[in-house]
Structure formats: C-alpha cells, structure tokens
C-alpha cells in the first residue's frame, strides 16, 4: 500500500527535526491545548499500536484497546489515557520507542489488504482507510511541534491522503454535531505542493472549496482556523462545513480561534 509509505514518510519527516533535540526540549507545551511534544509522541505511540494491533485480529484489538477505554468511559481526558500504556516513557526514550513503533506499523500495513476491515475505537474502517489516519495524525500533531520550534514543513504530495480524508468525511463533520447534511457537497479544488491539482465532486457555481491542498488539510484536521488561511469557501454549504471540519474520529471538536496557532519565531 502506497498509504502505508506515506505514512512511514510522514513519520520520518517529524522524527527528523526532533533527532537532535535536547531532553528538556520534549516538555515544551505546544499551541494545541498545552500538550507538550512529549505528549504528542505518546499519543502518536498509543495509537500506532493500537492500530497495529487492529491488524492481527478482533480480540488482539479488544485486548489491547480496552484498558484505554475504560479510562475514556470513565470520564478521563484522552491525554491522561495514554499514561498507563506508557508506563513512565518519556522524553529521548519515548522518541526512539515512537519511531520504531512507528517504522513496525507502517511496516505491517505495506503487507495488509487495503481492504481487510478492521476494528477500531469508533466504526469498522479499511485498512487503507487506517493507515491514511495515521499518516493525517502524525501530519496534525506533528503540525504543532513544527510550529513550536518555528520550522516550516517541507510539504509533498502525500499530503492529497490528508485532503482526500477532509473531503470523505464532510458528511459526517456535520452529523457528528447533529446538523443535516446540506446536499450536494462542494466542489472542491486544490493545489498541491507539486503543482499539481486535484478535485472532487462535481463543479458548482457558488458552491466550492478552493486553495492550497496545505491549508485545506490545515483547517480539516483543526490546526489552522480558515480565517488564518487564504482558502476560498462559496456558498453556505462549503462555508459551514470549513467552520466546523472534522476529519478525525471522536466527539466534536473546535476549531481553534483565529491567530491561535502559527509557526512561532526561531
């Protein structure tokens, strides 16, 4: 599966500018939410193995998973989920246990068939749908601790993956909040970082999403307010949906604010 070496690329890309870094530098809270780099490792750890347990069966899944649900049912932040599991890793030794996991991972995927149905925390997904959410997650996180160390990210196309997800899940970025569905979906253009463009569905005249593929991922995975990007949005469909982009699993969530996260100065 070409996903699964996007996301092994993706993975590379983050563990590139954290290689040289200090110890200290892993507790530096980023502009999602205070979590430090730190945290985001262990999170993009967690669920790497989770997701590489979904492919050796439903009960390898089950038994992996369900000391971090009861945890979540049980009302705890999904940051504070991670802690057992990791059992005081931390800091230069989480970053190396991080990269190898995430290595097997993307491993494991290159061989699976992108169509095998795995489990997962919410619905059933494809196993190329799995492996993309990894890529799109390590893409987001890895978002706040580029922009933390002031560095900006050398995009390439893999990123159509993340783009492709924020178009797939505009149906459910509105159900997931209750709302109808306005129909038909927008169109949507981008441009990639190639030059290359890319789109979907239909074209429409005051309906449509366009822009850099960059910051269309950028607002579909929550890490950029549309305000803040120079995305053009027509029509109360395609506006509404870049207010409230999801495309992440989960309860809803936010935006952030305008001028809330940006690439800090070296």
Not at 68 to 80: F, H, T
Not at 135 to 150: I, K, N, P, R, S
Not at 163 to 190: C, D, I, K, M
């Amino acid at each position: 599966m070409q996903q699964a070496e996007d996301f092994r690329a993706e993975s590379r890309a983050l563990a590139a500018i954290l290689e040289d870094l200090p110890e200290a530098a892993f507790h530096r809270a980023t502009q999602f939410k205070g979590w430090t780099i730190d945290h985001v490792l262990g999170h993009l750890h967690l669920f790497n193995a989770a997701a590489e347990a979904s492919l050796r069966g439903e009960e390898a899944f089950a038994a992996f998973i369900a000391p971090v649900l009861r945890d979540m049912q049980a009302g705890k932040p999904i940051l504070e989920c991670q802690f057992p599991w990791l059992d005081g890793l931390s800091g230069r030794a989480l970053f190396a246990a991080w990269r190898q996991g995430a290595e097997r991972c993307a491993g494991a995927f290159a061989d699976a068939d992108p169509k095998a149905r795995l489990k997962w925390i919410g619905p059933d997904m494809s196993a190329l749908s799995s492996v993309t959410a990894r890529q799109m997650e390590t893409w987001a996180h890895g978002q706040e601790v580029f922009d933390l160390l002031g560095l900006k990210r050398q995009e390439q196309d893999r990123i159509r993956n993340i783009a492709h997800l924020g178009v797939a899940t505009y149906g459910w970025s509105f159900r997931n909040r209750g709302l109808a569905v306005p129909e038909p979906a927008p169109f949507v253009q981008l441009t990639g970082p190639s030059g290359a463009v890319w789109e979907w569905n239909a074209p429409q005249q005051g309906n449509f999403v366009k822009g850099t593929a960059i910051e269309f991922a950028q607002v579909a995975a929550q890490v950029r307010n549309i305000e803040d990007t120079a995305l053009q949005a027509a029509g109360p469909a395609a506006e509404g949906w870049m207010r409230i982009a999801q495309c992440f699993a989960g309860p809803p969530e936010q935006p952030p604010a305008p001028g809330s996260r940006f690439r800090t100065r070296p």
